[in-house]
């Protein structure tokens, strides 16, 4: 059972920049995909970005192409998400989530999922 924890969300301006971690607690996170999704206030979770276990493939949704980066580090179980020229539609609850086989925008390809962080972006 891999427990996901995310951190580092808080209150930013329009344009300002923000990076949320999601630390897992076993050694086992270097061989699970790792994703990034979002829900804002009544709406459904929406996909962001993901990345392959080893970090050498990468995908992001539309919408935040080219702002936000995902990033992960093994040596500390860690993966990232930065994010850049925040709007305020940028305001959310980030999750991370882990998945053994697949990577993508699906929910269904996750297997383990953290409790989420709230971003909140000020305009």
């Known amino acids: 059972q891999v427990q996901l924890v995310e951190s580092g969300g808080g209150l930013v301006q329009a344009g300002d920049s923000l990076t949320v971690s999601c630390t897992a607690s076993e050694r086992t996170f270097s061989t699970f995909n790792m994703g990034w999704f979002r829900q804002a206030p009544g709406k459904e979770r929406e996909f962001v970005a993901a990345?392959?276990?080893?970090?050498?493939?990468?995908n992001y949704a539309d919408s935040v192409k080219g702002r936000f980066t995902i990033s992960r580090d093994n040596s500390k179980n860690t993966g990232y998400l930065q994010m850049n020229s925040l709007k305020p539609e940028d305001t959310a609850v980030y999750y991370c989530?882990?998945?053994?086989?697949?990577?993508?925008?699906?929910?269904?390809?996750?297997?383990?999922w953290g409790q989420g962080t709230q971003v909140t972006v000020s305009s």
């Open positions: 989530a882990a998945a053994l086989l697949d990577v993508g925008h699906r929910e269904s390809f996750y297997d383990y």
């Open positions: 990345i392959t276990y080893s970090g050498a493939n990468t």
